[in-house]
């Protein structure tokens, strides 16, 4: 019997094909989230600062230089503020859509690159074996106030991780990609009461609950209790409002319902913890649509 056979059936190998993953921030103030493996790492939006994100990064432990790409979900502040002063210091390519990139603040055009929903791109150090070893990122498009709104799956070696907020409704796309994950960072906005009985005017309440603002308590619960994978083993819950939820609150509505998952929340104050996502169910990713030819990550310009 071949030796990775062996290892694999003990354990040992799939132990050390995991990723890790961390929440940097989450909320109004600044959305940044990491996910990597041993060589290559990711950020999905860049909402804090150079100082803080460099901050944060350090008290986890992870190193800038694995960072190979930052992928944006939309153009709102909370989720660019510091992408253009983090993405030059450290020449690393921003992967954000035209549309997106007309709508938000002044970008480097050089390092911005286009992706398209269900096409997956391989994110990998040019020295590693891109087939073999490469983070694989896939966008798929949601319901928000926004140009061109995406969110994303990272995945690797089987083990798939979804950076799910800002979604005005769980629609199908929503669906279909988190009853594939091993772990989520899943939007838990707001309480329904509190949101009514709220300070916020009229209008702004109804951006918030219309379908294309934020998705509650209750909303995240649903698609949580109807579409969880048997083998999620974390749930970050994400993006919670400041005036209108509070940690308990989220916690209190999902942890009777947890089962084998552990919930935690990412807080808008400080960085989650590091949290390794080993699972021995693997799998690859069900695309929603037959993708094109896998883009390679590359340097280069969105706007020729």
């Known amino acids: 019997m071949p030796a990775i ?7 040992i190998y799939l132990r050390f094909m995991s990723l890790q993953i961390a929440s940097l921030n989450s909320g109004s103030n600044g959305n940044c989230y990491y996910i990597g493996n041993s060589n290559d790492a990711v950020l999905v939006d860049m909402g804090l600062s150079l100082r803080e994100t460099e901050m944060r990064m350090k008290q986890l432990k992870l190193s800038v230089e694995k960072l190979r790409a930052i992928f944006i979900s939309h153009e709102h502040t909370d989720h660019i503020k510091g992408l253009s002063t ?8 921003i992967y954000i859509t035209p549309e997106t990139a007309k709508g938000g603040t002044k970008l480097i055009r050089h390092l911005s690159k286009s992706f398209e929903a269900n096409q997956p791109i391989h994110i990998g150090n040019e020295s590693n074996d891109l087939a073999n070893n490469a983070l694989k990122v896939t966008a798929f498009k949601k319901e ?12 690797y070696q089987g083990i798939h991780v979804g950076i799910i907020t800002d979604i005005g409704i769980a ?5 279909h990609y988190f009853q594939q994950c091993h772990a989520a960072f899943l939007e838990s906005n707001y309480d329904e009461v509190l949101l009514k009985n709220g300070r916020y005017s009229q209008p702004l309440k109804e951006r918030i609950s219309n379908g294309k603002g934020h998705i509650s308590n209750r909303q995240a619960l649903d698609l949580f209790k109807n579409y969880r994978p048997k083998n999620m ?17 989220a916690l209190q509505n999902f942890l009777p319902h947890a089962n084998q ?30 993708p094109k030819p896998i883009i390679k990550a590359t340097q280069g310009s969105l706007f020729g």
Do not use: M
């Open 171 to 175: 629609c199908n796309n929503v669906t």
């Open 261 to 290: 998952t552990q919930i935690l929340v990412a807080s808008r104050y400080e960085p989650s913890p590091l949290i390794e996502i080993a699972p021995a169910d693997r799998y690859e990713l069900q695309l929603l649509h037959k």
């Open 5 to 11: 056979w062996w290892y694999k059936k003990i354990g």
């Open 233 to 249: 083993s974390h749930l970050l819950l994400a993006h919670l409002s400041k005036e209108n939820n509070s940690p308990e609150l």
């Open 144 to 155: 928000h106030d926004a140009a061109d709104p995406h969110s994303f799956i990272v995945s």
């Open 86 to 93: 983090f993405a030059n210091k450290y020449k690393i390519p």
